[in-house]
C-alpha cells in the first residue's frame, strides 16, 4: 500500500514521539521539536507509519543552490522495509537543494537507505553522538 505523505500537525506529535521513542538508542527529540521544522509524516490505514523533519540552512544564491539538512527520520517498526522512508525521502528531495545529512556510523540500514538514494558520505564527526558515544558519518545528496 502505498502511503499518504502531509505536513505533520499538532494532533500527530504524541504518535511521532512515540515512533521516536521506539527508534533510538538515546532519543532527545521533545514533542515540541517536530512541528519547529518541516516535517512530513507517511500515513497508512489512518496510522502514522512514519516522519521526516528537515530544515533549510542555506537560501543559496546566484552561484550556489539552496543547502537543505535531514534532522530526523523514522518509521515504526511494524512497517519498516516497505518502502515507506523511500517515499518520504523522494518526497522531501523534490526540493532543488543541496542535502546534508548526519547517520551513526554503526548505522548501517540508514546508509544503506541514503546511499540507495544517492547520497554519499564526505566526512566523520569524531564524538558527535551520546549514549552511546559514537561518530558521525556526514553524507551529501547533490
Ligand atoms: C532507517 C529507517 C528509517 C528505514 O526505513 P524503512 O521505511 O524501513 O526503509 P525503506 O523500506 O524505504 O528501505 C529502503 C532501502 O534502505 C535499505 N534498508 C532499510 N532498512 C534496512 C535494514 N534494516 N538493513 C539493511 N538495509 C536496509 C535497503 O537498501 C532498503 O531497500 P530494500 O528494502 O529494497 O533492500 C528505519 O529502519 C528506522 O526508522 N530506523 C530507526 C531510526 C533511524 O535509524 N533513523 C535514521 C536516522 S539517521
Known amino acids: 500500500m502505498t502511503p499518504a505523505v502531509r505536513k505533520a500537525t499538532p494532533q500527530d506529535l504524541s504518535a511521532l514521539l512515540e515512533i521516536e521513542q521506539q527508534s533510538f538508542s538515546h532519543p532527545h527529540w521533545n514533542r515540541e521539536d517536530f512541528l519547529r521544522y518541516r516535517c512530513l509524516i507517511a500515513e497508512l490505514e489512518n496510522a502514522i507509519a512514519g516522519f521526516l523533519v528537515s530544515r533549510q540552512t542555506y537560501s543559496g544564491d546566484q552561484k550556489s543552490p539552496p543547502e537543505r539538512e535531514i534532522l530526523n527520520l523514522a518509521v515504526a517498526a511494524p512497517y519498516r522495509r ?61
Open 82 to 142: 516497505q518502502g515507506i522512508a523511500t517515499i518520504l525521502l523522494k518526497h522531501e528531495l523534490q526540493h532543488r537543494a543541496a542535502y546534508f545529512l548526519e547517520v551513526r556510523e554503526s548505522n548501517v540500514a540508514a546508509q544503506a537507505l541514503y546511499r540507495k538514494l544517492g547520497f554519499v558520505a564526505v566526512a566523520a564527526r569524531p564524538q558527535y553522538y551520546d549514549f552511546p558515544t559514537e561518530r558521525a558519518i556526514v553524507m551529501r545528496l547533490k
